[in-house]
Nanobody, 122 residues
Framework: QVQLVESGGGLVQAGGSLRLSCASS????????MGWFRQAPGKERDFVAA????????DYTDSAKGRFTISRDNAKNTVYLQMNSLKPEDTGIYYC???????????????WGQGTQVTVSS
C-alpha cells in the first residue's frame, strides 16, 4: 500500500548535520504514522523518532532528544529527520517506517524503507 525510499545519508564529521528524507509512493501517506529507526553496527534496529499522521505529536529516543527533529509534509508524501550535533554513536543505517495508525505504537510496521547509511566520524 505504501512504498518508502530514504535518502540524505552520508558521511559527516562529529558536530555536523544531516537531513534524511523518506518519500512515499502511496497516495494515502497521511493515513500513516511515520517513524525513523536505526541499526548501528553489530546491534539490533532501534527506535529513533516517530510522528503522528498530521505531525501534531512526536516522540524521540532519549539520545535523539534536543538534537533530532522529525517532521512531515503530507502534501509531498515525505517525512524528514533533521539531525544536528551528530555524534559518532549516531552512526548506523537509518530506516523509515510507516504504520497504519494515528500515532506510532509498538515495533511493527506496515512498510519499511531500504535504509540509508549515516556515518559520523570523530
Amino acid at each position: 500500500q505504501v512504498q518508502l525510499v530514504e535518502s540524505g545519508g552520508g558521511l559527516v564529521q562529529a558536530g555536523g548535520s544531516l537531513r534524511l528524507s523518506c518519500a512515499s509512493s502511496g497516495r494515502s501517506f497521511s493515513n500513516y504514522a511515520m517513524g525513523w529507526f536505526r541499526q548501528a553496527p553489530g546491534k539490533e534496529r532501534d527506535f529513533v523518532a516517530a510522528i503522528s499522521r498530521f505531525g501534531t505529536k512526536t516522540d524521540y529516543t532519549d539520545s535523539a532528544k534536543g538534537r533530532f527533529t522529525i517532521s512531515r509534509d503530507n502534501a509531498k508524501n515525505t517525512v524528514y529527520l533533521q539531525m544536528n550535533s551528530l555524534k559518532p554513536e549516531d552512526t548506523g543505517i537509518y530506516y523509515c517506517a510507516a504504520q497504519y495508525s494515528g500515532y506510532w505504537y509498538g515495533t511493527s510496521a506496515d512498510a519499511w524503507g531500504q535504509g540509508t547509511q549515516v556515518t559520523v566520524s570523530s
